[in-house]
């Protein structure tokens, strides 16, 4: 998996202002809260005298007749005031559960306009932009399973233990008050199958920022550690920036691709924070995910993924049960990397193995017309059969699995545009 450079450009987040050239820095959270609440209320502003009017409209079309189901003089101010306290649980999650007067809007089936609600939510997440808005946590954060699932369902082909696997170990996990440790899982296969693809969809959906979260951070072994001699410094680096992002959002997602390429050392100082611990240094761990990707395995699941073909068994048939097994013979046979041999495995602190295997013809097809379909691209199936066969298929005999996955499908398609 050569090539940290490029895969950088893809993961790599800009650290500091272009325009400036110094540090991007945000508000404390004490001062993001309230910075800007002046511009928030002139914009909120015509919203509530437009709502006001809105409600003094009837009055004014029929004199002497008051608003359906509203005291005279009330309409405008119970509906601005609605609005306000719509605002201030989006926000703040403060008066979410207002009691019910009697002969209220609300008693009487009234709702606040869609309209409005819309340009709320608008304004409410322009405002936390600015930082955190609730006390619970960074209301940037989606945790949207529902997405995860559909975008499995439907962008990642043949690999339908990965998709079983992740979501229920993300769903647990999410749905877990107090979990006893993070949640550690390690994606195996070869390059191309859709693990980076798999890590970015989880950010997308955990997080509204995706990987420009600040509570996302993404290590990738030949570019941010590439000197074994600067591995101390490496140690003091990774778990500073591990303590700091947890303090600033206790749900962090960590992602560290070409883990086959750690250093057994940059493992082992990983290990505390997806222990059985309470807190380190008075913060706990618990909350964070660590994803760890590696072409470690990969063999052995291309192997198990080829004799059930040659069995004529479809590749449904391989259950993780099964699978897991030869996995984790592999690793703790192998002797490439530290990862194999480090406390993470020793210790059974991995928490699931998930395996991505080998993808066929008809798989790389889909992954085609997805790239077709994400530029707005027509195309016909010869075209897409054109695109595959452009691609190189293992082993010689049977031609079976795409060599390199869907990987290079987005660029080879431009040989096809006019």
């Given amino acids: 998996m050569a090539g940290g450079g490029k895969r950088a450009q893809r993961w790599a987040r800009p650290g500091r202002d272009r325009r400036w050239g110094s540090p991007a820095r945000r508000l404390p959270p004490a001062m993001a809260r309230w910075a800007g609440l002046p511009l928030l209320l002139c914009c909120l502003g015509p919203l509530l005298c437009g709502a006001a009017g809105r409600s003094r409209a009837p009055r004014e079309a029929e004199p002497g007749a008051a608003a359906p189901g509203l005291p005279p003089g009330r309409a405008g101010s119970d509906l601005s005031g609605q609005y306000w306290r719509y605002l201030a649980c989006r926000l703040w999650r403060e008066g979410c559960e207002q009691p019910q007067e009697e002969g209220s809007q609300q008693s009487q089936g009234w709702s606040l306009p869609l309209v409005g609600q819309d340009y709320l939510e608008i304004l409410s997440s322009w405002y936390c932009s600015f930082g955190k808005c609730c006390e619970t946590g960074d209301c940037r954060i989606a945790n949207n399973i529902t997405g995860l699932e559909m975008d499995l369902s439907k962008r990642l082909h043949g690999q339908h233990l990965a998709k079983d696997v992740i979501l229920r170990a993300m769903q647990g996990f999410l749905e ?46 030949l570019f941010h550690f590439p000197h074994p001699k600067y591995v101390d410094l490496y140690k003091v680096q990774l778990k500073k920036q591990i303590s700091e992002t947890v303090q600033l959002c206790k749900q962090s997602l960590f992602i560290f691709d070409e883990t086959e390429k750690l ?82 495995l020793e210790e059974n602190l991995i928490d699931f193995f998930v395996p991505f295997l080998p993808l066929e013809n008809h798989h790389v097809k889909l992954c085609v017309r997805d790239a077709f379909l994400a530029r707005s691209l027509p195309y016909t199936e010869e075209v897409l059969e054109e695109v595959v066969r452009m691609m190189v298929f293992l082993p010689k005999e049977e031609k079976l699995f795409s060599a390199q996955g869907c990987k290079s499908v987005a660029h080879r398609i431009n040989y096809f545009l006019p």
């Fill in 176 to 221: 877990t008050t107090q979990p006893e440790k993070a949640l550690a899982l390690s994606f195996h296969g070869w390059s191309g199958t859709g693990k980076n693809f798999v890590a970015r969809m989880i950010a997308d959906h955990l997080y509204r920022d995706g990987l420009k979260s600040e509570c996302v951070k993404v290590f990738i072994s």
């Fill in 263 to 344: 250093h057994s050392g940059l493992l082992d100082a990983i290990k505390p924070y997806v222990d059985h611990y309470d807190s380190i240094n008075e913060v706990d761990y618990r909350r964070s995910i660590f994803l760890f990707l590696s072409n470690i395995g990969g063999n052995i699941i291309n192997q198990v993924t080829l004799d059930f073909w040659r069995a004529g068994r479809a590749r449904e048939e391989i259950t993780m049960e099964y699978l897991e097994q030869h996995l984790c013979m592999e690793l703790l046979e192998s002797t490439d990397g530290g990862f194999a041999h480090g406390h993470l």
